[in-house]
């Protein structure tokens, strides 16, 4: 399947921040949308890579190092920084995790434990906190606090996606 390239999406971000309800209610539902997508995958499966890609696992434990990436841009807009801080586009961190000689069951309790917590934060902002900008690095442009949702919301069904794709592959091999 031809996909575009994470780091090759681009971004418009033209919509009222006061989606910012569905948007957290987005990021609120992967952890049970990932757990549903890999409940009946054999563990042979899960860790199996194509080629050097990450395997499900693997991009199941991305997911939950992103969320350290999103909590501290929460905390840059809480600090009213004008840039805020860039992800490692290496993805050095999932790299040296080794989520492949994890039991699924624990990453998964980590990314939902993680998830919940920002979840928590984000229900405690005001409606006009949703609306603080601040530069986004990569994207080198203006970055709401809703948008930012919308952008994590976003890198999650992009992972969905890669882990579908890749039970889909492996089950028919």
């Given at each position: ?71 501290g841009r929460l905390d840059d807009f809480d600090r009213g920084v004008a840039t805020l801080r860039?992800?490692?586009?290496t993805n050095q961190k999932t790299h040296r995790a080794e989520y492949n000689s994890q039991a ?6 980590r990314f939902r434990r993680k998830r919940m917590k920002a979840i928590a934060r984000l229900e ?50």
């Amino acid at each position: 399947m031809a996909r575009i390239a994470w780091k090759d999406r681009k971004f418009e971000f033209n919509f009222p921040a006061e989606l910012y309800p569905e948007l957290i209610e987005r990021l609120r539902g992967t952890p049970a949308r990932v757990e549903d997508r890999v409940r009946d995958a054999a563990p042979a499966i899960l860790t199996r890579r194509d080629g050097e890609k990450w395997s499900i696992q693997e991009n199941i434990g991305h997911l939950l190092d992103l969320d350290d990436l999103f909590l501290g841009r929460l905390d840059d807009f809480d600090r009213g920084v004008a840039t805020l801080r860039a992800a490692d586009m290496t993805n050095q961190k999932t790299h040296r995790a080794e989520y492949n000689s994890q039991a699924i069951e624990d990453v998964l309790d980590r990314f939902r434990r993680k998830r919940m917590k920002a979840i928590a934060r984000l229900e405690k902002l005001s409606p006009a906190q949703f609306e603080r900008v601040a530069l986004h690095p990569r994207l080198d442009k203006p970055m709401r606090v809703t948008d930012m949702l919308y952008f994590q919301a976003e890198h999650d069904d992009y992972h969905l996606a890669r882990i579908s794709e890749l039970i889909r592959l492996f089950s028919s091999s």
